[in-house]
T-cell receptor, first 112, second 117 residues
């Protein structure tokens, strides 16, 4: 079956630091990969996605590259801001049914 | 943008009672919605797929008689936790995919915190 393993948190950083959250997956076929973000008191929002190998998803300064050879989709941002404080979820979908398998989530706190 | 709402945002109930949670798509129609459950510091686990006008499909291990799902309209799905017990305490989240030309995005509700005493 499908599974997502995500770096455990919490992660605490200073503003302008570099952020990496590791994510690896196990899936049948060729899954689509996602990063969702949940800000305090809000629902999950799609941050970025990649649908095939070597695709790079990017949004709001965040990037993640679909690496089929290492079955990974690590999230990176070069310079975080306090407003990036949130919980980040890696997820995959391997069919056309929109069903998602999630990682455990990583809580990121950015200090001013 | 598209918004999915949930009501209530939190609920406390006594053991043995039933609790209904609503999930609404506010500016788009959703023939399919999903219900997830999240335990503290754990991943979201898909419970079931709610299908408008037909029966919900449940993931393995989820008791369909325990978690009743009704998708009565294109904008509303409800999850009823029947005869709730403390082990049902959790964070319940719904989502709805918005499909259409150039957009295949899934939108999530803010979640409902259920505490069963």
């Amino acid at each position: 079956g499908n599974s997502v393993t995500q770096m455990e948190g919490p992660v605490t950083l200073s503003e302008e630091a570099f952020l990496t959250i590791n994510c690896t997956y196990t899936a049948t076929g060729y899954p689509s990969l996602f990063w969702y973000v949940q800000y305090p008191g809000e629902g999950l929002q799609l941050l970025l996605k990649a649908t095939k190998a070597d695709d790079k998803g990017s949004n709001k300064g965040f990037e993640a590259t679909y690496r089929k050879e290492t079955t990974s989709f690590h999230l990176e941002k070069g310079s975080v801001q306090v407003s990036d404080s949130a919980v980040y979820f890696c997820a995959l979908s391997s069919g056309n049914d929109y069903k998602l398998s999630f990682g455990a989530g990583t809580t990121v706190t950015v200090r001013a | 943008g598209a918004v999915v709402s949930q009501h209530p945002s939190w609920v406390i109930c006594k053991s043995g009672t039933s609790v209904k949670i609503e999930c609404r798509s506010l500016d788009f129609q959703a023939t399919t919605m999903f219900w997830y459950r999240q335990f503290p510091k754990q991943s979201l686990m898909l419970m079931a797929t709610s299908n408008e006008g037909s029966k919900a499909t449940y993931e393995q291990g989820v008791e369909k008689d325990k978690f009743l799902i009704n998708h009565a309209s294109l904008t509303l799905s409800t999850l009823t936790v029947t005869s709730a017990h403390p082990e049902d305490s959790s964070f319940y989240i719904c989502s709805a995919p918005r499909t259409g030309t150039g957009t295949d995005t899934q939108y999530f509700g803010p979640g409902t915190r259920l505490t069963v005493l």
